[in-house]
């Protein structure tokens, strides 16, 4: 069974910039869940899709960052405008119930 | 508001020594889930195991076991005999007990080192 992917693995834009995010979650979750972890810091929660509903968005940081999941099955997260603060790992997971698998993750440089 | 401390950030020991990563948790949940996840260099992060609250019998798998002692709020994590490929970042986390699943709350990770 395939696991979680995510693309692209690395993203190097500047300031001002937009970038799309990908996550492929695995057959059958429901549940789709984007976090990120910035430099140093702990993993944090960004939102958790059920099926194509937002489900929970309080994580989001600001109107900058906008996720969609088309028809319950890949989901993408933009970033637009991108600022030099929203460098980090963006890490996509699903699960069917409790357990969330995640996937590699994609390192976000702005510069 | 829930939170998760690992308060050791970095953690060195020689092959085959005994490691023991701790956890400490916060919630006003009277029941909830708790989790440990591995990040080895590859990136990913790999389920371990989760626990529920009201289950606080010790769990042993392999090399592995974790100690879940709710008097103190605590759900540590020890590697047993000790090999270089458990080198990785471990994170505890922690989640509510609702209907289907739920957001994790992740502790600040603790880097494992193990030297040959």
């Known amino acids: 069974e395939a696991g979680v992917t995510q693309f692209p693995s690395h993203s190097v834009i500047e300031k001002g910039q937009t970038v799309t995010l990908r996550c492929d979650p695995i057959?059958?979750?429901?549940?789709l869940y984007w976090y990120r972890r910035v430099m140093g810091k702990e993993i944090k929660f960004l939102l958790h899709?059920?099926?194509?509903?937002?489900?929970?968005e309080s994580g989001m940081p600001n109107n900058r960052f906008l996720a969609e999941r088309t028809g319950g099955t890949y989901s993408t997260l933009k970033v637009q405008p991108a600022e030099l603060e929203d460098s980090g790992v963006y890490f996509c997971?699903?699960?069917?119930?409790?357990?969330?698998?995640f996937g590699p993750g994609t390192r976000l440089t702005v510069t | 508001a829930q939170k998760v401390t690992q308060a050791q950030t970095e953690i060195s020991v020689v092959e085959k020594e005994d490691v023991t990563l701790d956890c400490v948790y916060e919630t006003r949940d009277t029941t909830y889930y708790l989790f440990w996840y591995k990040q080895p260099p590859s990136g990913e992060l790999v389920f371990l195991i989760r626990r529920n609250s009201f289950d606080e019998q010790n769990e042993i798998s392999g090399r592995y076991s974790w100690n879940f002692q709710k008097s103190t709020s605590s759900f540590n994590f020890t590697i047993t005999a000790s090999q270089v490929v458990d080198s990785a970042v471990y994170f505890c986390?922690?989640?509510?007990?609702?209907?289907?699943?739920?957001?994790?709350?992740f502790g600040q990770g603790t880097r494992l080192t193990i030297n040959p």
């Open positions: 986390a922690l989640s509510d007990v609702g209907q289907g699943a739920q957001k994790l709350v």
């Open positions: 997971a699903s699960s069917q119930r409790h357990e969330q698998y």
């Open positions: 899709f059920v099926k194509e509903s937002k489900q929970d």
């Open positions: 057959s059958g979750h429901d549940n």
